[in-house]
């Protein structure tokens, strides 16, 4: 007898979703497969690449004199956005693009490096959070990532930890990059395949992470076409260029030597008029003067020092190699591209997270991590290390240009990433799709209409064909913020379908209608729920330059009360009065500052994880050694690179201790008895946030006095970069010269463990234990 599956035995069981027939054997059944989700016919494949920290104005379809033929190769075959908005910093503005949710609502106030305990600042996608790539790989797309993700709370970027927001398990086939905020070009202190950390001790020579993740891109489209010729993919191209540390091949900072000695009042003039001649802005439109406001101003290039504005010059030649390098690696994609002869009918996107930075402070800086410690410090602390000019660029330093540079980044606005003004938030945007969308011979490709980060999800969309589930595991979908602006794409006459838009980042506020735009610039936390509004009409002074907010006191009204009942839909709220609450972790976290035994052998530690064996604190370190002998030596452990660090390891039978003080090293050292069975670093902290070290070796039980090292200024907030390593000075080198003469010098059998004994915080009195995470939360 043959049944089919919805009419077996009462006893039968496995076969309610079969859709053959079932019979006593297979001569009397009939097979069934169930269908695999197919694209559209003719389904684009779709690229977006999402640059970090670029302003408006670093690529010459945006009126600068950096060379990206590659890039404005796109917007020659499409079209530029040139009243396209963002968030004010990154993490929000992966989660809006990726999901077309406004950034609280998706989870994402801040960045995701503290965990304060609201909706808002969830720090992690939720279960009810659809992503583009789900939808596209339930819509029969391959789906890949490349680059910078953080999405990630950096909690949960070590092993055993929550996965949830990792890119495969938010709808990626295949991933590849930092899942960092940021990280070093020539070392990246760790990388991800896909669900685990790549197995990396040393990274060749001729090593640069633009290109690393470049040819990690492409090898994903090639192997897709040698296994399927016509399935779509989605490739999510997320650079960590061009966050700090700057750092830059040689080959590409040569074409840049000596091309910003006119300083960047002359670049931002030159900008602004190529901005004019191109259309993106109206031939009178004023520019914004530069920022004069304290802690954002930025001087006139004229009243610089000589010396001040070669090192300054140098700063930018970096930053324009490193853009320069982008664009070629915008180029080798469209080139692979276009060898499979599939441009055409390719989306490809490219823009920007946030507007250029201020980060650099009003000097810049040689010593890239020193300069990002925002917690407690003393006033002698140096937040730019002098360093050899020559090494600017180069893998030897981090260095980031001062804020004057930032403003001219974001031509013709005001301030910076960080800020809801225009120069925080709008930044470049070029869509190509040359089969789907043409333009039209007397179109010179540029729309004025406002658009949103978390339109590109729903546009992507239409212009695919796609259509969203509207549940994710079971769970009802949230709804999306975001709408297609495909029409105005497709027509440059089309209104906006995105009228109105709250913004918000550190208090910081902005609401835009209908050409409308209300600012307000957070200064005092006490203050967060009293903003002091500016008013602009953006439509005539996009660059926000003449404040309306007096003469229209009923628009004032209208849009904060707008502002607030969007915050209140948004999960804004609560708004931070204090930094101790926006830095505050999970009261789990604690647990990383309990004392660790790392045997020999144990992968490098996570970032996160290593800092909080340290930051602020006293500590102690025991190495375990088995029968050493002179003969045995190598590094027992290291923590950080170039770029801040410590190392302590064994040569010529003496333990050498160096401590990278931002690139400053200092070396001790002293004999190893015969019998040693351990030695131990002990670092004792003080409120004037410096460290003093001791050297020991112990004998037979007995301490032996070695070295000291005292009056060390800390490495704190993002330092050290690399994660604690044992027996090894895996990926960036702490120390350059023992690298360059040892290599990462593995220890052998002899070591069996090192133990980290954290002991007390101590900080300035007043300030919070947790205080070292204020550092981070301005990551990005």
Not at 114 to 136: C, H, K, M, N, Y
Not at 205 to 224: E, F, H, N, S, W
Not at 387 to 406: F, K, N
């Amino acid at each position: 007898m043959t049944e089919r599956a919805g009419a077996l035995p009462k006893s039968a069981r496995g076969y309610e979703d079969f859709g053959g027939t079932i019979g006593r054997t297979t001569s009397e059944s009939t097979p069934w497969w169930p269908s695999s989700p197919t694209a559209p016919a003719g389904a684009p494949n779709i690229v977006v690449i999402l640059i970090d920290d670029m302003g408006y104005s670093d690529i010459s379809p945006f009126g600068a004199e950096i060379a990206t033929p590659n890039i404005a190769g796109l917007a020659e075959r499409g079209v530029r956005l040139s009243n396209y908005h963002t968030t004010p910093v990154c993490s929000p503005a992966r989660a809006a693009l990726l999901t077309g949710l406004n950034p609280h609502r998706a989870g994402y106030g801040s960045v995701a490096n503290s965990d304060p305990g609201f909706p808002g600042l969830r720090l992690e996608l939720a279960d009810d959070v659809l992503t583009l790539p789900e939808i596209l790989r339930e819509s029969g797309y391959a789906t890949y990532a490349v680059g910078k993700w953080h999405l990630v709370r950096d909690a949960n970027m070590g092993p055993g930890r929550n996965r949830d927001s990792w890119p495969l398990q938010r709808g990626f086939d295949s991933y590849y990059g930092s899942l960092e905020g940021l990280n070093s070009f020539f070392y990246p202190n760790q990388l991800i395949a896909d669900n685990s950390v790549v197995d990396i001790e040393e990274y060749p020579d001729d090593y640069y992470v633009t290109d690393d993740i470049t040819t990690r891109a492409i090898g994903q489209i090639k192997a897709l076409r040698a296994q399927d010729a016509d399935k779509p993919f989605f490739l999510y191209f997320a650079h960590i260029a061009m966050h700090g540390p700057h750092q830059v091949k040689e080959s590409d900072l040569a074409k840049y030597r000596g091309r910003y000695t006119e300083g960047w009042d002359s670049v931002r003039q030159n900008r602004f008029e190529q901005q004019i001649a191109q259309g993106l802005f109206d031939e009178g439109t004023p520019i914004a003067e530069r920022n004069t406001e304290p802690g954002y101003d930025a001087p006139p290039w004229d009243d610089l020092s000589l010396e001040e504005q070669h090192r300054f010059a140098r700063y930018q030649e970096v930053y324009a190699a490193m853009v320069d390098s982008v664009d070629q690696s915008v180029g080798r994609v469209v080139e692979t591209l276009s060898e499979l002869g599939e441009l055409d009918n390719t989306i490809i996107v490219f823009t920007s997270d946030n507007g250029g930075t201020a980060e650099g402070g009003p000097v810049g800086t040689r010593s890239y991590f020193s300069q990002f410690v925002h917690g407690p410090v003393p006033p002698d602390w140096e937040r730019d290390v002098p360093h050899d000019e020559a090494l600017i660029g180069s893998a030897a330093l981090g260095v980031h240009y001062p804020r004057g540079w930032g403003q001219a980044s974001n031509t013709p606005f005001r301030f910076y990433k960080g800020q809801t003004f225009a120069g925080g938030v709008r930044v470049p945007f070029v869509l190509s799709w040359p089969k789907g969308l043409p333009v039209a011979a007397d179109d010179i490709g540029v729309r004025r209409q406002f658009s949103y980060v978390t339109d590109l999800t729903p546009t992507l969309l239409e212009l695919a064909g796609i259509s969203t589930p509207a549940t994710r595991y079971g769970k009802p979908a949230k709804e999306r913020d975001g709408v297609s602006i495909a029409n105005v794409l497709r027509d440059r006459a089309a209104e906006t379908p995105h009228t109105e838009q709250y913004a918000e980042f550190g208090g910081h506020r902005g609401f835009y209608r209908d050409g409308w735009k209300l600012l307000s610039l957070h200064t005092d936390p006490e203050k967060v729920d009293d903003p002091a509004w500016e008013l602009y009409d953006v439509r005539v002074d996009p660059a926000e330059t003449n404040d309306l907010a007096a003469e229209n006191p009923e628009i004032v009204a209208e849009l904060s009360q707008a502002w607030d009942e969007a915050a209140w839909h948004n999960t804004v709220f609560p708004l931070f009065d204090s930094p101790a609450a926006q830095t505050r972790r999970r009261p789990d976290e604690e647990r990383y500052a309990d004392p660790v035994r790392l045997l020999a052998g144990t992968p490098t530690l996570e970032r996160y994880r290593s800092s909080k064996l340290i930051a602020y604190r006293d500590f102690d370190i025991e190495v375990e050694l088995s029968k050493w002998t002179a003969a045995d030596e190598g590094v027992l452990v290291a923590h950080g690179d170039q770029q801040g660090g410590y190392l302590l390891y064994v040569e010529g039978g003496r333990a050498i201790f160096a401590f990278n003080s931002y690139g400053r090293i200092s070396r001790v050292s002293g004999d190893i008895p015969v019998g040693t069975s351990s030695i131990v670093l002990r670092a004792v902290a003080s409120e004037s946030v410096r460290w003093s070290f001791t050297l020991e070796a112990v004998v037979d039980g007995e301490t032996s006095f070695v070295a000291t090292l005292p009056d060390q200024f800390q490495l704190v907030g993002m330092a050290p970069w690399t994660g604690v390593s044992v027996g090894v000075d895996a990926r960036g080198p702490v120390d350059a010269d023992l690298r360059a003469r040892r290599g990462v010098f593995r220890f052998g059998p002899a070591l069996r463990a090192v133990t980290y004994r954290p002991g007390p915080i101590r900080v300035p009195a007043g300030i919070r234990r947790d205080i070292n995470e204020a550092a981070e939360n301005q990551a990005d």
